[in-house]
């Protein structure tokens, strides 16, 4: 390409000129009006605490992706909106568990794919859960999807799932969440077998219509779909990670539905503006100190019950969450089977009886480091724990990290005392997989290594009898806290705020199902 | 005035390599392994491996940077990992929402600054110069997130005259969305551009050319425009180059507060995840944008001021 370069008209003594006249020209008249704050009709506005990142199901990265998918797509079965876990008929006219290694389905028959590809049929769901599976997709969500073996196809909307062992968490995790989404077999294949952010074909109540990068997604109406029919037009997605802006938007009328921060919560239940609703759910993640069992200065068990005894989880609480979340029991949360309702040790701290141990661990001058996350909530909860301690005489020395040096800390051996957060998925499996033998070294960073626990792990997630998981689960979470690595803190909370004119169709731990949301 | 523009346009390559290299070179000192933040705790070792292969995370730093730079002459700056999308494409759909914002900050405060600047220079030590004094010392002690927020409460959720978050849509929209921030980080340059084009323009008022002027009998309004304001702004030229990288910088938390893309967030997130390959897009962009305004600042300042073409 020639590249013609002109002469410009403008000269030095021109251009100073026009400068000159910019500069005399400071102040402009600004006619400012007032900004009309009606909501429009059709368009819901909710927030998402981060942007999209992939339109594959096999390629998501959790919740964020998810709640697009789960409008856009359709899979067997949905979470239930409401206060307890539960699901509800999808995409699956019909589902039953054969026997514990077959579930039976068959599809309704009124759902079609976008962009010409047709009917959902029996084999868009083997090829959608076969590919999570599949060693050639190198899915990060595979364990989502336990020990599934395939698919058999035994008509065009009839199938059976066919898992190599039982797998309790395939009705809680496998298909109501991410794997869960069905997409088209054509349409994939069509594109190579993988998608990145745009859709190749869609199924569900809405469609995709834009997405903004790090601005804005936006769904509007499937006009073909064919089950109820959802009550909004259009929503739109907006990806706000700071929960202060997100609370002044939605007082400024710009968002109808948002998480807000801990700190708001006392400031909402006094009243939210606009005549809207504050909800308060409970959260999935667990929060907790954990004690490296395989450091020389934590090998005392008197010492790690003195700890355990001296962290008075209520002061944590209040002072770090503003007293909006509850002590928790273990790593299992409200409403899960599992959930213990008291822990061994109680959230509240008995400094005698932390003194009394220290005193019979004959441990003197104790010394630790403890790691914790750059964030607020987290160096204030641990410089409650570093007082709590000093009670005891216990001196610990607050080590905060940004969050890549934080969660690399699998391998650090000079790891002593750690304030840790995970999430987890509704099902108890989720939680105790990372605290088993074979994650030393990756997520078990207490070293904790028990048979008992292990093999619990393995088989409850098995077990179809609920009861029988909840025992289970309970003493798992019995043997994490008598090994005195653990100091269970809280689950955390989910507060929503939302307008006056939505009903919100939430997941017990507060999570929206965007496809469910009404109108008031 | 070409071997000038030539011999700067060549050191400014040069900072834009030494800032790139260094910027590689330390993203790579932090500690946390990039591909285990990307993937996740349930990814298998396999696909952490060769994902680990793929960013060639398993070769030597040097080995990395010379890949890095082989890469970039063939114009390729990668692929995102969590999206799989170009990062060109990324980079350049968060670059526009930046400029927008870096050119509405300092187009407004350039023109009140020089305003201020102008009306307290031609009217030393009066009432009004100190009441403009105090006004521009106020406005560069303003932190700019404070200014953000409580014009964020005030503007936004109390009166509703601005929106609060996004970048809006359409010419008006993005108009619209752009007032708040752009107040917001380009308030504190209103005062420091008025005290600066007040210092210059005092030192200019005092010169013999303008002496002249005045016994010729112009009148003091044209000295004062014409004359004086023209020399006196020439620091300015040269301020809002070198103010070009205090803007990006600036953008980053006006990213967060207003809740509007970018390529400050773009970064800020990109570091927090370890995704090397953005965060090496985003800063050879953001550096080279910094470097080339620098330089186009300096080319101007020596187009408007012959002398400054010898300075150095």
Known sequence: MKIEWTKTALGRRGFLKGATALGAAAVLPAGLGSRALAAEGGTLRVRSYGDMQSIDPAFSKGVIDEEIHAAIYNKLIQYKPGREWDWQMDAAAMIEQGDETHIKFALRDDIGFTNGFGAM????????????????????????????????????REGTIVLKEPFAPLWSIALPY?????????AWEAAGGKATTDPLAESGPYLRASWSPKEKTVLKRNPDWKGDAPAWDTIEILPIDDENTAEIAFEAGELDFTRVSLGSVQRYRDGVPGGGTLLEYPSLYYTWLGMNLDHPKLQNPKLRQAIQHAIDVPSVLEAAYFGAAEPSTGIIAPGLAGHRPQSLVPPQADFAKAADLLADSGETNVTLKLDTLNKTTFTTAAQVIQATLAQIGITVEVNVLESGAFWASADNEDLQLV??????????YYATSWFTTEQVGHWNWEQFRNPEFDKIHAEAAQLTDVAKRDEMYRRAQDLMEESGAY??????????????GVVPALRPDGLALLRYFGKA | MLLYAIRRFGLALLILIVAVTVMFLMIRAVPGDPVQIMLGPRATPELQARLTAELALDQPVWKQLLIFYGNLMQGDLGVDVFSGRSVTAIVFDQLPHTLALIFASITWSALLGIGLGAYAAAHPNTLIDRITAAISVSFVAAPAFVVALLSLLIFAVHLQWFPAIGAGEGFWGRLDHLVLPAFAIGLSWVGYIARLVRASMLEVMGESHIRTARAFGISERRVVMVYALRIAILPVVTVIG????????????AEIVFARPGLGKL??????????????????????????????????????????????
């Open chain 1, 487 to 500: 100091r269970f803190l809280t689950h955390e909370a989910t507060p929503v705020v939302h307008s006056a």
């Open chain 2, 242 to 253: 070198v103010g070009m990288g205090f803007l990006l910088s600036s953008a980053v938390f």
């Open chain 1, 419 to 428: 304030l840790n957060r995970y999430s987890m998925t509704p099902d108890p």
């Open chain 2, 267 to 312: 970064v800020i997130d990109s570091i927090t995840t370890r995704n090397y390959p953005i965060v090496m897009g985003s800063v050879l962009i953001s550096t080279g944008l910094f470097v080339a305004s620098t330089a186009l600042a300096d080319l101007i300042n020596a187009w408007l001021d012959p002398r400054a073409r010898t300075a150095d």
């Open chain 1, 178 to 186: 991410i794997t869960g989404n069905i997409v088209s077999k054509k």
């Open chain 1, 121 to 156: 049929t029996a084999e868009d769901v083997k090829f959608s859960f076969e590919r999570i599976v599949d060693e050639a997709t190198d899915s990060p969500n595979k364990p989502d999807m336990g020990p599934l073996s395939h698919v058999d196809v035994t008509g065009e």
